[in-house]
């Protein structure tokens, strides 16, 4: 039973080694790579239907130590929240990797096996419960990426790795000096085990490499060429779960590690989140192609869900890991999408496109959906999503909640420019008559997709309401005694106040103390009253 | 009567074994049939290589107390006995990658028993207990090496690197025997600890002589300042002697200071924690931003080897029991990723018969795939990326520099890994974004060789390249033992 989250990690891996080793012809090794991404779904299903959602510990745990003289361990397991993002995972990839045999990439064995081996480093991320783990899988993501843009991307891709390389190097190698200081200082690196620490430049090491990935403004440089020459399906992974590394970094590391550092940053994070929802938002209107449209809308994106992060409460962390898992799905339907016009008119280009819509339904209707559901018009999974997360940043502050809801406005704008760009208006000189409309291969990768966030719609609570186990937020993940700390320290006087929330069944109830610190000490008893 | 030492033979087999095969070589040149020669001589040096390597072993084995030998000539314990292992293993994979090397056949004899000696050199060098033997020891390897630098005179540039290689290593030599000098004038002592013994704190002309030494063993161990000759040095050598200089040189010269250090120089430790810092940074710093603009590979590789010499420094500026087990199991993966490296541009310069560029290395990748991925791997091991020992290797630097107190080392290791991602990846980059078609590059003699020994010798590396990642525990405890031999 413990198995699984090994499994899930290594399955894709071993498949990696098979489809790199044997020596087939294209086709069969896109169907035998296609086939390991399904059985790799499967066993996400079989382990989300074990996993006892009401508990909020961390299951399917494995340990085994590796480096016993520094404490590091091979530590995975999952939390509820970990089982949704490796669900989104294994769902992505699998798509990603049926579209690039249906494509028919050159290189087929080398293609294949680094797309596995992306999902066992990507699912490796989301399930480490050991510092040194986590870092050799975030980095591990790295490898196959760079080969990935740089074989298959388009014309100027080699521009494009190293302006990706560059900014992914940086960043996790601050976190990698955060990580070696931080844990020696601790003791230990194992996730579980690890205490709180109210180091600001360990803190901001961490923040550096999750806002670069996610990517939060001002560290998004990389995004407009990367995502624009990769080959369309290695953008989706790119957009849709390659950014969730770094968002779930900040949930599960930087957020819950340093509790002090984050009170004292929360308003410098807030504003960065805020401007790259409404910049991102803005460039995704002015954007003059649909990659363009996208990538900006990403930005936007995990602002929002930084965003949502920050408002430490419970409201905004549910709303926030419901809505990295439908832009997951989102962005990565979209990328698969605007490959596929590309496909038949090679531009992605507005003022090349249009009109697309007439005698192509499959493609008209595909698109609509997910576009409409992308801008998050009510009764949708993402307005859910969006809801949670700006009311939980209005018990923030008000002023974060009406920011966020003006970037959805600015959502529609965008998004329905796009759709009409392409779809609508007069039939564009780049679209052929020829052009088909979506194909049997290409609907049976998008509408999966696409099916996956219209049952969202239909429960978003089987995510929002599943996140965190049990009647208890993040805090439960955090630490046993179930509190945290609200953001009012008062240091001089040695107070502050802790606020501990509880949830029974859907009502939640918060409860502010104030606490001294005992005189003498510098360290608050952060966790309980 | 003369009273003659206790002679411990069996602690002076790994060097001994080397040299008696080097000699068993000489004659071979000159008994052996010219055409059976090659194949005769590359046997008996990789033999010769893996009998000292199991030497070496079960001397690790029996050392487990530190204690001197031969009238305190060498040290037998575990710190020099894992340094041989790695030494004899590396000369052991030279000789793989050696074996179709294009060379004059008439030599190819005396080539395999200057390898051999130059083996046994670096074996007697780094159990070295005065500053007699450190000396003879440095003398003894350099010699061989100067003249395997120049030993292809087909080359265009061997000999001038030889040249160089000979005039700076000389300096280097003759800066460690004044260096030598001015410790003994001083002390009075010839073994390291006597000299510790004496302690005369900080007496200039100890202190000069202590810096002597380090600037000697530095030149040694291709760190900046001190580097100078080893780009030219590594680009005109022929490619498999690169190989074996990069991997050994470094061993040797770096285990050996580490040693002389702790052992010798005790009191005087925050004086050359620091001085050994600065040139960790200097080399770093240099070594990166020389390679930056490098377009010969094995040149490239010569400005990354600076910078690994910088990264093990910082184990070395640690001064603690964790910078030792960091530099001794960091020389682990780091000799099998340069010889590997280095195999492999053996490799494609025998294919095309001109020295590799980033630029023809274009479609490498996808032409050789084994060759490929495993260059793939060592570039990156060398980045210090995770699935490679490199990782675990600048991970436990960085520990050791932040249990000695001194962030600022770890912010340098790490500007300095940022940089060096431009040009590792610049590597894989040639080798699998083009296509060797563009360039219409044309094979030096129709189709390569299948050359199965320098295939084996790259597999090795790659094993124990990824293998030491996986593996951490057993190797770290392995240097830990080996570190228990110095006094920290």
């Known amino acids: 039973m413990h198995w699984l989250t090994t499994i899930l990690i290594f399955l894709p891996v071993a498949g990696a080694l098979v489809v790199g080793a044997l020596p087939l012809p294209r086709y069969w090794v896109g169907s035998l790579a296609s086939l390991i991404s399904l059985v790799e779904v499967g066993v996400w299903i079989t382990t989300a239907t074990k996993f006892d959602f009401g508990s909020a510990s961390l299951q399917f745990s494995q340990r085994r130590s590796w480096v016993s003289d520094l404490n590091i361990s091979y530590h995975v397991g999952q939390y509820a929240f970990s089982v949704w993002l490796v669900g989104v995972t294994t769902v992505v990839m699998a798509a990603c990797v049926i579209y690039g045999w249906w494509v028919g990439r050159e290189r087929a064995r080398a293609y294949f096996s680094l797309?596995?081996?992306?999902?066992?480093?990507?699912?490796?991320?989301?399930?480490?419960?050991?510092?040194?783990?986590?870092?050799?899988?975030?980095?591990?993501?790295?490898i196959p990426l760079y080969i990935?843009?740089?074989?298959?991307?388009?014309?100027?891709?080699?521009?494009?790795?190293?302006?990706?390389?560059?900014?992914?190097?940086?960043?996790?190698?601050?976190?990698?000096?955060?990580?070696?200081?931080?844990?020696?200082?601790?003791?230990t690196f194992d996730l579980t085990k690890i205490g709180p620490s109210n180091s600001t430049w360990l803190f901001l090491g961490f923040v550096a490499a999750f806002a670069i990935k996610s990517p939060l403004f001002p560290l998004h440089g990389w995004l407009p060429a990367t995502y624009r020459e990769s080959p369309p399906e290695v953008s989706a992974v790119l957009s849709g779960i390659v950014s969730k590394a770094g968002l779930y970094g900040l949930l599960r590391i930087a957020i819950p590690k340093f509790p002090e550092v984050v009170a004292d940053w929360r308003v410098v994070l807030l504003v960065l989140a805020s401007i790259s929802l409404v910049y991102g938002?803005?460039?995704?209107?002015?954007?003059?192609?649909?990659?363009?449209?996208?990538?900006?809308?990403?930005?936007?994106?995990?602002?929002?869900i930084v965003l949502g992060l920050l408002a430490n409460n419970d409201l905004g962390l549910d709303g926030a890991v419901l809505q990295m898992v439908n832009h997951a799905l989102m962005s990565s339907a979209l990328f698969l999408l605007a490959g596929m016009v590309e496909r038949r008119t090679s531009t992605g280009e507005f003022a090349l496109l249009g009109g697309m819509a007439r005698g192509r339904p499959a493609l008209a209707t595909v698109m609509m959906t997910a576009g409409i559901i992308s801008l998050a018009v009510p009764l949708s999974t993402s307005f859910a999503g969006e809801f949670l997360i700006l009311a939980g940043a209005f018990q923030q502050h008000w002023a974060w909640a009406v920011i966020g809801a003006g970037a959805i406005l600015l959502a529609a704008m965008y998004m329905l420019r796009a759709i009409s760009a392409v779809l609508h208006q007069d039939v564009g000189p780049a679209v052929p008559d020829s052009a088909l409309d979506?194909?049997?291969?290409?609907?049976?990768?998008?509408?999966?997709?696409?099916l996956c966030l219209i049952g969202l719609s239909a429960y978003p609570n089987l995510i929002s309401g599943h996140a965190f186990g049990g009647n208890r937020a993040i805090t439960q993940v955090i630490t046993p005694g179930g509190g945290y700390l609200?953001?009012?320290?008062?240091?001089?006087?040695?107070?502050?106040?802790?606020?501990?929330c509880t949830k029974s069944g859907n009502q939640g109830s918060c409860q502010t103390v104030l606490v001294s610190a005992p005189s003498g000490t510098t360290t608050w008893t952060r966790y309980a009253p | 009567m003369i009273n003659k030492p206790h002679v411990d033979w069996f602690a002076l087999s790994p060097s001994l074994g080397l040299i008696g095969v080097s000699f068993v070589l000489l004659l071979v040149a000159v008994l052996v049939p010219k055409n059976a020669r090659k194949p005769v001589a590359a046997f008996l040096a990789f033999a010769g290589f893996v009998g000292s390597c199991a030497l070496s072993v079960l001397l690790y084995d029996?050392?487990?107390?530190?204690?001197?030998?031969?009238?305190?000539?060498?040290?037998?314990?575990?710190?020099?006995?894992?340094?041989?292992?790695?030494?004899?293993?590396?000369?052991?994979?030279?000789?793989?990658?050696?074996?179709?090397?294009?060379?004059?056949?008439?030599?190819i004899a005396e080539y395999y028993a200057l390898l051999t000696a130059a083996g046994a050199g670096m074996a007697f060098f780094v159990q070295a207990s005065n500053l007699m033997t450190l000396f003879l020891g440095l003398e003894w390897f350099s010699i061989a090496l100067y003249v395997l630098t120049a030993i292809d005179i087909d080359l265009i540039g061997s000999l001038e690197a030889g040249l160089k290689y000979l005039i700076v290593g000389a300096v280097g030599s003759a800066t460690l025997l004044f260096g030598s000098a001015l410790v003994y004038g001083t002390t009075g002592q010839l073994s390291f600890d006597k000299i510790a013994a004496a302690g005369h704190g900080?007496?200039?002309?100890?202190?000069?002589?202590?810096?002597?030494?380090?600037?000697?063993?530095?030149?040694?161990?291709?760190?900046a300042p001190f580097h100078m000759w080893t780009p030219d040095a590594y680009q005109g050598a022929p490619t498999p002697v690169t190989a074996f200089m990069s991997s050994a040189t470094k061993i040797a010269a770096l285990v050996v200071t580490y040693r002389v250090l702790t052992t010798a120089f005790p009191h005087d430790q925050r004086l050359w924690s620091g001085a050994i810092a600065g040139i960790a940074i200097a080399s770093l710093a240099w070594g990166n931003i020389g390679a930056l603009v490098q377009r010969n590979v094995k040149r490239l590789l010569a400005y990354s080897s600076v910078s690994h010499a910088g990264f093990m420094l910082i184990g070395i500026a640690a001064a603690n029991a964790l910078g030792a087990r960091a530099l001794m199991y960091y020389l682990i993966p780091y000799a099998a990723m340069s010889l590997g490296a280095f195999a492999v541009v053996a490799a494609r310069e025998r294919e095309l018969g001109v020295p590799v560029t980033l630029h023809n290395l274009a479609g490498f990748g996808w032409e050789r795939p084994v060759l490929g991925i495993s260059m793939w791997v060592f570039v990156?091991?060398?980045?210090?990326?995770?699935?490679?020992?490199?990782?675990?290797?600048?991970?436990?630097?960085?520990?050791?520099?932040?249990?000695?107190?001194?962030?600022?080392?770890?912010?340098?290791?790490?500007?300095?890994?940022?940089?060096?991602?431009?040009?590792?990846?610049?590597?894989?980059?040639?080798?699998?974004?083009?296509?060797?078609?563009?360039?219409?590059?044309?094979?030096?003699?129709?189709?390569?060789?299948?050359?199965?020994?320098?295939?084996?010798?790259?597999?090795?590396?790659l094993v124990v390249t990824v293998g030491s990642f996986f593996a951490v525990q057993p190797l770290i405890d392995v240097a830990r033992h080996a570190a228990n031999a110095l006094p920290l």
Not at chain 1, 125 to 137: E, H, K, N, W
Not at chain 2, 388 to 407: I, N
Not at chain 2, 416 to 444: C, D, H, K, N, W
Request: glycine letters at 10%; proline letters at 2%; a positive charge.
């Open chain 1, 115 to 142: 797309m596995l081996l992306l999902t066992g480093a990507v699912v490796g991320v989301f399930t480490a419960q050991d510092l040194l783990l986590f870092y050799a899988f975030f980095e591990a993501m790295l």
């Open chain 1, 148 to 187: 990935l843009i740089g074989v298959w991307g388009g014309a100027e891709r080699l521009r494009a790795t190293l302006t990706f390389v560059i900014y992914t190097v940086v960043g996790s190698l601050l976190m990698l000096a955060s990580i070696v200081a931080y844990g020696l200082q601790q003791g």
């Open chain 1, 281 to 304: 938002s803005l460039l995704a209107w002015r954007a003059p192609d649909f990659r363009g449209v996208v990538m900006y809308s990403s930005l936007a994106q995990s602002g929002l």
């Open chain 1, 438 to 450: 979506l194909r049997g291969g290409e609907l049976a990768v998008v509408v999966p997709l696409v």
């Open chain 1, 486 to 500: 609200t953001p009012t320290i008062d240091h001089a006087a040695q107070r502050a106040n802790l606020t501990t």
């Open chain 2, 62 to 107: 029996r050392s487990a107390q530190a204690v001197t030998a031969v009238h305190d000539a060498i040290f037998r314990d575990r710190w020099s006995a894992l340094a041989q292992v790695l030494l004899a293993g590396s000369g052991a994979v030279a000789v793989l990658i050696s074996y179709r090397e294009k060379m004059r056949e008439e030599h």
């Open chain 2, 202 to 223: 900080h007496d200039v002309m100890l202190v000069a002589g202590l810096a002597m030494v380090i600037a000697g063993l530095a030149f040694k161990a291709s760190a």
């Open chain 2, 380 to 461: 990156l091991g060398m980045l210090g990326f995770p699935l490679t020992g490199g990782f675990f290797g600048k991970f436990y630097v960085f520990a050791a520099a932040y249990r000695h107190g001194w962030w600022w080392l770890i912010v340098a290791g790490v500007i300095a890994t940022m940089i060096s991602a431009y040009y590792y990846l610049g590597i894989v980059r040639a080798m699998y974004f083009r296509e060797s078609a563009e360039l219409q590059l044309a094979p030096a003699g129709g189709a390569p060789n299948r050359e199965l020994l320098l295939s084996a010798g790259v597999l090795i590396c």
